[in-house]
């Protein structure tokens, strides 16, 4: 629609509305407009269209140029009242609007734009979590308002001025985007009320049976580890919550790699209860592993992403590592938390091929549908 002429663009919108239409949607579906041409597109469309007012305009901005933010708010601000956007911006080539920048675009600078949304922002990092684990895809550190860095302050003077007054240079608060400020609570010696409490502070609620779980977990990973931290937790919790009737798990794996040596992996695995057990070579640890779990689990998927991220800081951080396989038309998508980023390899890569067609125990499949952010 931003490179339409504007008399046939006026009689498309005016002939949708006489249809029937009560949301006309005005994209920029190649990224290509900036806020002021946009903003004066919606205001030429409400001002020229006989019946505009019978319907809601919408934007949908790309953000090939990276204004996909900036134009959906001058839409809003020259009439629009429904903003498409998505989770962390996801979308094609640069992505969409992000749902979380236009959120918190509208609660800080009310002075400015006043309109709501009805979105919870407590809940934007957690939903962002959800959606990269989801998907496959990271959230960069950078990212604005839910990405790890989004709320650390390095330079001395703004450490300065956030000792002596966090305003200066903090506009809103981690805790109002469901960041909650990571602490150094738990650790070897602490039990299980602790656990719960801390859960139950980061938003998840579990049954007595996934709690327990979720406790020996803890202890084992606070075995390894002598500070456990709140990202720590999720990793941990979020890797529990995975599709319980998983057909495929590992149960044994030894690697062996470096300089001068062949690199291989000696791997077993229980498919159904059954015990297996291979080993296989590779360019790399990481590479003869994977081989190892497809000889036991045949099948034609592509590997597409394989990435591993340290959750925290320090060399005995847990690593999570991300699987995305492509099998025909379906994608499958797993990410594993371990101490020993091979072992979470490994589990990521299986926890893909659980979800493969080939190897789902049942169809657990739903579609699922995107909405938009309405401001009224």
């Not at 060399?315 to 998508?333: C, E, F, H, P, Y």
């Amino acid at each position: 629609a931003t490179r339409t002429e504007h008399d046939f663009l006026c009689r498309c919108v005016e002939a949708a509305i006489d249809a029937g239409a009560t949301t006309i949607n005005i994209p920029d579906t190649v990224g290509y407009t900036y806020p002021e041409e946009y903003a004066a597109l919606f205001k030429m469309l409400i001002e020229r269209v006989p019946n505009a007012d019978k319907a809601d305009f919408s934007t949908h901005c790309h953000n090939d140029l990276g204004l996909a933010v900036a134009n959906s708010i001058a839409g809003v601000v020259a009439g629009a009242r429904q903003i498409e956007c998505s989770v962390n911006g996801l979308g094609e080539r640069a992505g969409n609007a992000a749902l979380e920048e236009v959120a918190m675009a509208f609660k800080v600078r009310k002075d400015g734009l006043p309109y709501h949304t009805g979105i919870v922002s407590e809940q934007l990092t957690r939903a962002s979590s959800y959606v990269s684990a989801i998907t496959g895809f990271p959230v960069q550190f950078n990212k604005a308002i839910v990405g790890k860095n989004a709320f650390a302050h390095e330079s001395g003077i703004h450490q300065h001025g956030m000792l002596a007054h966090a305003e200066t240079y903090e506009i809103m608060t981690p805790e109002s985007v469901g960041a909650n400020k990571t602490s150094l609570v738990l650790g070897k010696h602490s039990g299980r009320h602790a656990l719960k409490q801390k859960l139950e502070d980061m938003g998840y609620h579990l049954g007595d049976n996934e709690f327990q779980d979720a406790f020996v977990r803890f202890k084992a990973l606070a075995d390894k580890k002598k500070h456990v931290y709140d990202d720590d937790i999720a990793a941990l919790v979020d890797d529990q919550l995975k599709d319980a009737e998983d057909r495929i798990a590992l149960t044994d794996l030894k690697v062996a790699a470096g300089t001068g040596v062949d690199q291989r992996a000696a791997i077993g695995i229980s498919i159904d209860g059954v015990e297996k057990k291979t080993w296989a070579t590779g360019n790399g640890p990481v590479d003869a592993i994977f081989n190892a779990i497809r000889e036991l689990c045949p099948h034609e998927a592509i590997l597409d992403l394989y990435q591993i991220q340290a959750v925290t800081e320090g060399t005995d951080a847990q690593g999570v590592a991300m699987v995305r396989l492509i099998d025909g038309d379906k994608i499958s998508v797993s990410r594993a938390a371990d101490t020993d980023v091979l072992v979470a390899s490994a589990k990521a890569y299986i926890g893909a091929v659980n979800k493969l067609p080939l190897y789902r125990q049942t169809s657990t499949a739903s579609s699922r549908s995107g909405g938009g952010a309405l401001a009224s």
